[in-house]
């Protein structure tokens, strides 16, 4: 069966060792997207033969992330499928019967150095000038190993329990090649692959082996993760074919850096807090009390969120930046992510937020509204509250900006902005204000152009500025510097409440009793 013509299936396979970075869930969408393009399969699989490193809490947390993203998994724990155990650590029987065959093969050795024997070994080598001393074809002939014991020393070392790994036999003089869908052609050099530890002392597999048996079996086609496991890859393609497995070999995409905002260095998970943003998708909390904001929380939406995301390394090379996750499936391709890190871009971040509200329906915002504050439809209509919404929409970046901006529309206990008041107001131009709040009140009809007009005759008729009475107007209106369009403000709270308040404002700011 070709490359073209098989199913396609891919894999997200986290370990469980704390909370689910962007990073991550920047790989989990490829794959996902990679999918749903190409009308194929996308599994959940909790890579977690690092026992020690093992975190309480960790595999939840990554469920939690992939169904509140809306990028839940086809198959995997949870999920259902034919292909489990998706877990790695109830999977170790299978791994033994592969571990077996590799060892019966001549590919693979017992290894029975200890920790003080590894040591010794690299201090030798780095004071022989080398400065990355590794387990290889050469140091491997001189060390504690299958491969240099008498069979007899082996059997016996195994039958009274002794620690031991098994390692992969690396050759000499190889040239491993394969093709990567993002970083093209790539060949390394055999003798420049060290012996990795494929099974540990406990029994467990290592990653590498895992990985490579569990995409076997389960019938992953491309393997699609980011490119700290790109110096990885030869030995992955290498075991495949030492298992008999060359026909099998997925296609592989090793996804670029998310880097930080400067440039300087790859994205942390300590980074978030630390620069004043979050890096995980939702609030994290340790043991030990710490606690990691996620972008849930801080009021961001799945669908901008996985839109940043996913533009972090690909681009639809088209103007168009916003996407909703449909789009993303149509127009995702391999082909259109590069190579260079990605900077993260909080702004921006906000920026897709904002624009994806924008997008949202006023019903929609309406109803997020009314769950924050259900006693809003006691005190007005639900016309009033969408028109309100409809005014307001283009200067959310989150939807909880909805309860501040709508403050001076719901409630007249809104607070005056103090830094407003101090820059802007001009008591030499309060009598003005209050004429101004007469010749509107008494326009014959009480609509936004009527009453810009107003204000406009009355502003060029006494000669004053527009930019010294609008900002003092506004303030009088809605407490702050900024907002929507002030006539359109003014039309909307109406007559009464605009005569009164204007009249109530005034007096708390030539007073003395600004309440901010």
């Known amino acids: 069966m070709s490359k073209q013509s098989q199913n396609i299936r891919v894999r997200f396979a986290p370990s469980p060792t704390g909370p689910l970075h962007i990073g991550g869930v920047r790989t ?3 794959n996902f997207l990679y999918a749903r ?5 996308f599994i959940l699989r909790i ?5 020690k490193r093992f975190v309480e809490g960790a595999e939840k947390y990554i469920i939690d992330t992939l169904k509140w ?5 086809d198959e995997g724990p949870g999920f259902g499928g034919s292909h489990g155990p998706y877990k790695q650590s109830e999977r170790k029987d299978i791994y033994r019967s592969y571990i077996e065959k590799l060892l019966d093969s001549g590919h693979a050795y017992y290894a029975f150095d200890t920790a003080e024997e590894l040591d010794e070994m690299r201090s030798q080598m780095k004071s022989q000038g080398i400065k990355s001393p590794t387990y290889n074809s050469i140091t491997r002939s001189y060390m504690k190993n299958s491969l240099t014991l008498p069979k007899d020393d082996v059997n016996r070392l195994i039958q009274n329990n002794f620690p031991y790994t098994v390692r992969i036999k690396m050759p000499r003089n190889l040239e491993i090649k394969f093709e990567d869908q993002i970083r093209g052609w790539v060949s390394v050099d055999s ?3 060290d012996d990795k530890v494929i099974a540990k002392s406990d029994g467990m597999p290592t990653y590498h082996l895992a990985n490579v048996v569990d995409d076997y079996l389960m019938g992953i086609s491309h393997v699609i993760r980011g490119e700290e496991w790109l110096p990885s890859a030869p030995l992955h393609v290498y075991l495949y074919e030492c298992l008999g497995w060359r026909q099998s070999i997925p296609q592989f995409a090793h996804l670029p850096l998310i880097l930080k905002p400067d440039g300087n260095g790859k994205l942390s998970k300590r980074d978030g807090d630390k620069l004043g943003f979050p890096v995980f998708p939702l609030d994290w909390h340790t043991n030990q009390g710490e606690k990691f904001s996620g972008f849930r929380e801080r009021g961001f939406l799945p669908e901008p969120f996985l839109n940043m995301l996913a533009f972090l ?5 088209t103007d168009k930046e916003v996407f909703s996750l449909t789009e993303l499936v149509s127009d ?6 590069g190579k260079s890190g990605a900077k993260f871009d909080f702004k921006k971040t906000i920026w897709f937020n904002q624009q994806h509200i924008r997008k949202k329906t006023d019903l929609e915002l309406f109803d997020f509204l009314i769950k924050r504050d259900d006693n809003l439809l006691n005190t007005h209509s639900k016309d009033y509250i969408l028109r309100v919404i409809r005014l307001i929409k283009d200067r959310l970046n989150f939807e909880s900006d909805m309860i501040k901006e709508g403050e001076c529309f719901f409630s007249e206990n809104f607070k005056l902005d103090s830094a407003a008041v101090q820059k802007k107001w001009n008591k030499e131009i309060t009598p003005h204000i209050l004429l101004i709040q007469k010749e509107i009140v008494n326009l014959s009809s009480f609509n936004e152009d009527d009453i810009r007009t107003g204000f406009t005759n009355y502003i060029e008729e006494n000669k004053l500025s527009f930019g010294k009475v609008m900002p003092m107007l506004r303030i009088a209106i809605t407490g702050k510097m900024a907002g929507p369009s002030l006539f359109e403000t003014i039309e909307l709270i109406g007559k ?3 005569e009164s308040r204007i009249i109530r404002i005034v007096n708390e700011i030539e007073n003395g009793k600004n309440n901010s």
């Open 28 to 30: 989990a969408l490829y």
């Open 37 to 41: 393009k190409n009308g194929g399969s």
């Open 47 to 51: 890579e977690d033969t690092d026992q």
């Open 69 to 73: 993203c809306g990028i839940e998994p």
């Open 191 to 193: 003798n420049n692959v």
């Open 313 to 317: 390394g690909w681009n639809p090379g």
């Open 332 to 337: 995702f391709k391999l082909s259109r992510v």
């Open 496 to 498: 009464e409440k605009f």
